[in-house]
C-alpha cells in the first residue's frame, strides 16, 4: 500500500462550523505532514509530525489544530476558519522527517464561506 | 531566507521534443534535491530525487545537479501530451531546518501534439 488516502476530497463550511480532515498511511512512515496550497502557488507547510509528535508548527493561526492519534492518522481540526483560508489542503508522509521524499495524499479542497 | 527560484513558465514545447525545466537554490549547503510533477487540480507526485553532482537517469526523466552553480534541472525527452504539468523543484534543507522541503513556484509545461 503506497497511498495516503484524505477525507473528505471536498468541504464546504461557514465561518462559525467546526469540521476536521483526516488523513491515513499505512506504508510505516513516521513523518506526516500538512501542507496548504492556494490556486497556482507552491505547497506551503503547516505541520509536522514526527513519531507522532508534534515538531513543527510554522506559525499558523490557532483555528487551524492538528491532531496525531497514532503513526497511521493524521487529523486537522478546523474552527472559526476566515473565507482567506479556502484552499487545497495536502497531506504527505515521508520515512522521516530528513528525507525531502514526500507521498502526498489526493487533498481536501475547503471552501469557507 | 531559503529560496529555490524557476522560471514560471508557461513552457511550451511540440510533441517528441526535449523539454527542459530549470531551478537554483540560494542555500550552498543544501543535500537534497527533487522534482515533483502536479496535475492541474491534482496533488504532487514525486518524479525524481537526486542527491550528487551529475547526471541521474530515469526513463525519459533525466535530473542534473550542479551543486558548485548551485543548479538542478530536469530534463523530459521524447515530451507526450501527458506530460504537461506544473513541475515543481523542492530543495531539502541542511542543518538545523532539516525537516523542511522548499518548493519553487513550479514551472507549468504544455507539451502540444
Known amino acids: 500500500d503506497t497511498e495516503v488516502t484524505q477525507t473528505p476530497k471536498h468541504l464546504v463550511m461557514g465561518m462559525t462550523n467546526k469540521k476536521s480532515l483526516k488523513c491515513e498511511q499505512h506504508m510505516g512512515h513516521r513523518a506526516m505532514y500538512w501542507y496548504k496550497q492556494k490556486a497556482k502557488k507552491p505547497p506551503e507547510l503547516m505541520f509536522v509530525?514526527?513519531?507522532?509528535?508534534?515538531?513543527i508548527n510554522e506559525s499558523v493561526p490557532s483555528r487551524f489544530s492538528p491532531e496525531c492519534p497514532n503513526s497511521s492518522l493524521l487529523n486537522l481540526h478546523l474552527h472559526a476558519l476566515q473565507p482567506e483560508d479556502s484552499a487545497l489542503y495536502l497531506c504527505?508522509?515521508?520515512?522521516?522527517?530528513?528525507?525531502?521524499?514526500?507521498?502526498f495524499g489526493e487533498g481536501s479542497r475547503l471552501t469557507v464561506l | 531566507q531559503k529560496e529555490v527560484e524557476q522560471n514560471s513558465g508557461p513552457l511550451s514545447v511540440p510533441e517528441g521534443a526535449i523539454a527542459s525545466l530549470n531551478c537554483t537554490y540560494s542555500?550552498?549547503?543544501?543535500?537534497?534535491f527533487f522534482w515533483y510533477r502536479q496535475y492541474s487540480g491534482k496533488s504532487p507526485e514525486l518524479i525524481m530525487s537526486i542527491y550528487s553532482n551529475g547526471d541521474k537517469e530515469d526513463g525519459r526523466f533525466t535530473a542534473q545537479l550542479n551543486k558548485a552553480s548551485q543548479y538542478v534541472s530536469l530534463l523530459i525527452r521524447d515530451s507526450q501530451p501527458s506530460d504537461s504539468a506544473t513541475y515543481l523543484c523542492a530543495v531539502k534543507s541542511s542543518g538545523g531546518s532539516n525537516y523542511k522541503l522548499t518548493f519553487g513556484k513550479g514551472t507549468l509545461l504544455t507539451v502540444n501534439p
Open positions: 509530525y514526527s513519531y507522532e509528535k508534534l515538531s
Open positions: 542555500d550552498r549547503g543544501s543535500q537534497s
Open positions: 504527505a508522509s515521508s520515512i522521516r522527517t530528513d528525507t525531502g521524499e514526500l507521498f
